[in-house]
């Protein structure tokens, strides 16, 4: 089971850390990912992590705002938003799965976490 957390409201600008805790399997074996949702329109492709933390993936969107990182001792995953966008906006859900190329393929979700950005 995938937890994701740390979702809220926060100003145009600001920083959030979203984490994803996983239960009752280790996950240290997965590659791991972020995807988002904004109302109306398809969930799409955030950023993802290696098993091992050693290779990441951002989306342009995250690129150069966003750090994926992840702590296998504490089976937790996580993604920093820096200088958010009301373009953010979304239920952003983590999932585990694997890594083929530059190319993440999600095999289990979590449920998502609500980000709200004010403009």
């Known amino acids: 089971q995938l937890q994701a957390s740390g979702g809220g409201l926060v100003q145009a600008g600001g920083s959030l850390r979203l984490s994803c805790a996983a239960s009752g399997r280790t996950v240290s074996n997965y590659a791991m990912g972020w995807f988002r949702q904004a109302p109306g329109k398809e969930r799409e492709f955030v950023a993802a992590i290696s098993s091992g933390g050693s290779n990441t993936h951002y989306a342009d969107s995250a690129e150069g705002r966003f750090t994926i990182t992840r702590n296998n001792i504490q089976n937790t995953m996580y993604l920093l938003m820096n200088n958010l966008k009301p373009e953010d906006t979304a239920v952003y859900y983590c999932?585990?799965?694997?890594?083929?190329?530059?190319?993440?393929?999600?095999?289990?979700w979590g449920q998502g976490t609500l980000v709200t950005v004010s403009s």
């Open positions: 999932s585990a799965g694997t890594i083929s190329g530059s190319q993440y393929f999600p095999n289990y």
